[in-house]
């Protein structure tokens, strides 16, 4: 049954179906040079219009000038409005920068785990 099946899968794509196929092959090579067109045609992103996450966070805690640390929240708050960005958008980088800070030691983690809880800056870097 499966030799009967080859015979006939083979005898009608040599015969009248060749010129679909050919045109098909175009379309896919047309498609083809359109996406590598397309990928060369994408714009460069625009740099950031803020400082990076680490200035800004820092410049918030020392402004914030809170006797037990700044929140997360309070954070978050400090950059939307000094720097007019979406801190949901920072979130995660500010998160990341806050737990690296406390691990190397500029930044003081008063209350709370991780990324939670209170901050102060560390008494190394105001001197």
């Known amino acids: 049954m499966s030799d009967s099946v080859a015979a006939i899968s083979a005898s009608p794509v040599a015969g009248p179906t060749a010129p679909a196929t050919a045109s098909v092959d175009k379309k896919v ?35 914030l000038k809170e006797r037990g640390g700044s929140s997360l929240l309070a954070i978050k708050k400090y950059i939307s409005a000094t ?12 998160k990341r920068y806050l737990k690296s800070a406390v691990g190397n030691g500029k930044l003081i ?19």
């Open 83 to 94: 720097y007019k960005c979406d801190a949901q958008k920072l979130a995660p980088f500010i």
């Open 29 to 63: 090579a047309a498609k083809k040079t359109s996406a590598a067109s397309s990928t060369k045609a994408k714009k460069s992103t625009a740099p950031p219009s803020h400082p990076p996450t680490q200035q800004m966070v820092d410049a918030s805690i020392k402004n």
């Open 109 to 127: 983690q008063t209350k709370g785990k991780g990324a939670s809880g209170s901050f102060k800056l560390s008494w190394l870097l105001f001197h």
